[in-house]
Every structure is written in structure tokens, then in C-alpha cells.
């Protein structure tokens, strides 16, 4: 067998589709011709580098770039047939696309895992008042008399809220809509601090709701406060619902605003 014949069948080889007769032919050749055993340790190691990142593609086994690279330098100087080449290159293209695939699922997969440091129940609220800040802040009850916002929602809602009282020129009530949190109603009372606007939603959840906020101690009051990006969450417990604000402001400013409600049994 001579080189020209042994590239033709190197594939077949290393497939093992060629008859015994052959296949031994091309080893004895191989066995004494340094050039064309060359070609067949690149090829078994870019099929090796392939196999490897199919199989763990989410696991932490490095990708062999060394042995990458020297192939292509060993390309550049073979002088092997064009055939060889483009099948050699459409490998060595194929473990690149599946260590990419392998690279995009990490941070994917970290991506999630930081949501997931996120409860359920603040994913809900904040997602509820960033759709009010895209629809230019919509309300259903226009009033800055908290009685009469609270006796609103108890007609819309069949929720019975009780509302911080509004301290200072810099905050006022705005008035109140109807909401819904995975299909349950709540109540979405509107407010205005230093020109920014604040929600305070009320809705009935079970208490682990709150589970994954940190909490704080103020003034006798246990506050649950998380932050997702520029939002800010503070949360609290009174009777059977839990009130959650939501706004840019930061959480000092809010569980400030907070103190105003009357006390409650945490």
C-alpha cells in the first residue's frame, strides 16, 4: 500500500470498516512510514478531543486547545490531500461548537441559579411593578384619603387593608388598582415618594413566602427586605396578609415609610 491509497482509507480504518485484509495491509504500511502514522494520530486525537466533549460538555474536564492548535500548525505544513483537510477541519469545527454549547450552558445554568436566590413571592411583585411602571403607572381609584383608598379595595378585592399613614411633604397617596398574583386578587395601593413611585402590594401567601428575604428589626418590627437589580423589596406580616413595598428607592427609606403602620403581632 502506498500513501496516496493510505489516506483514502484512513477514515475506513479508524471506523473499523475496512476488511481484514486491508486493514492489515494499512497497518503494516503505517508501521513503516512515519508521515501517514502521523495523519492517523492527528485524526484519533481530534475524534478523541470530540467524543470527550460530547460526553461532558457540562462537567469541568478541560478542553485540550494544545493538542488543537498543534494539529492546525501540523495542517499547515502537511501538504495533505484538500479532502483530508475539510473532513479534519469540519471535526475540529464540530468540538469548538460543542465546547461553546458547553461554555453557554455554564453561565446559563448560573444565571438561573442566581434567580433562584430569589423567592417565588418577590419574583411576583417585582415583575407586577415593573408592568405598572410600563403601562404609565395605571390606578383604578384616584384618592389620597387612605379610609377611603382601603374601603375601595375592600369592595374590588374582598381584602381588607390597613395603610401606613403618610408622613411629610415629600410622600403622598396616590390611590389604589385592582391586581391579581397568579390569579388571586391583591391589593396595589400607589404612593409617591420624592417624586418616585412605591407600591404597596397586600395579598394573602403561605408565610415561607418570605423565607429566603434577610430580616431586619425596626423599631420593634420584623421587615423582610430583598433587592432585584435597582428594586428594592420590604415586606411585613399583619394578620393574615403580607405587604410587600416595592419601589427604587433603597430599603432604609422604605421601612422608614413603614413605621407609620400601627404595630402587629410578627
Given amino acids: 500500500m502506498i500513501c496516496s491509497e493510505a489516506r483514502e482509507y484512513l477514515f475506513a ?103 433562584r436566590d430569589h423567592s417565588k413571592f418577590i419574583d411576583l411583585v417585582v415583575t407586577d411593578f415593573k408592568h405598572f411602571l410600563r403601562e404609565d403607572q395605571p390606578i383604578h381609584f384616584a384618592s389620597s384619603n387612605a379610609n377611603a383608598v382601603s374601603d375601595w379595595l375592600m369592595q374590588q378585592t374582598n381584602i381588607e387593608v390597613i395603610l401606613p399613614s403618610v408622613k411629610g411633604k415629600h410622600c403622598k397617596l396616590i390611590g389604589a388598582r385592582r391586581c391579581k398574583i397568579e390569579g388571586q386578587a391583591a391589593a396595589f395601593v400607589v404612593y409617591e415618594m420624592q417624586g418616585t413611585p412605591v407600591s404597596l402590594l397586600a395579598v394573602t401567601v403561605r408565610n415561607d413566602a418570605l423565607k429566603q428575604m434577610n430580616q431586619i428589626e425596626y423599631n420593634g418590627r420584623i421587615h423582610w427586605v430583598d433587592h432585584f437589580k435597582d428594586i428594592s423589596v420590604v415586606a411585613y406580616r399583619r394578620n393574615n396578609l403580607i405587604y410587600a413595598m416595592v419601589s427604587k428607592l433603597n430599603k432604609d427609606e422604605l421601612i422608614h415609610f413603614l413605621s407609620g403602620t400601627a404595630d402587629e403581632s410578627n
Fill in 13 to 115: 480504518f479508524l471506523d473499523n470498516e475496512l476488511d481484514a485484509s486491508l486493514s492489515m495491509d494499512f497497518q503494516h504500511h503505517i508501521d513503516h512510514c512515519a508521515v501517514c502514522a502521523r495523519e492517523v494520530e492527528i485524526e484519533r486525537v481530534i475524534r478523541e478531543q470530540l467524543v470527550c466533549a460530547l460526553k461532558t460538555q457540562d462537567s469541568e474536564i478541560p478542553f485540550n486547545k494544545h493538542a488543537i492548535k498543534q494539529i492546525i500548525r501540523q495542517n499547515k505544513t502537511s501538504g495533505v490531500q484538500p479532502r483530508l483537510v475539510s473532513r479534519r477541519t469540519f471535526l475540529a469545527a464540530c468540538v469548538a461548537v460543542v465546547v461553546a454549547a458547553g461554555i453557554t450552558s455554564y453561565f446559563a445554568i448560573q444565571y438561573l441559579n442566581s434567580t
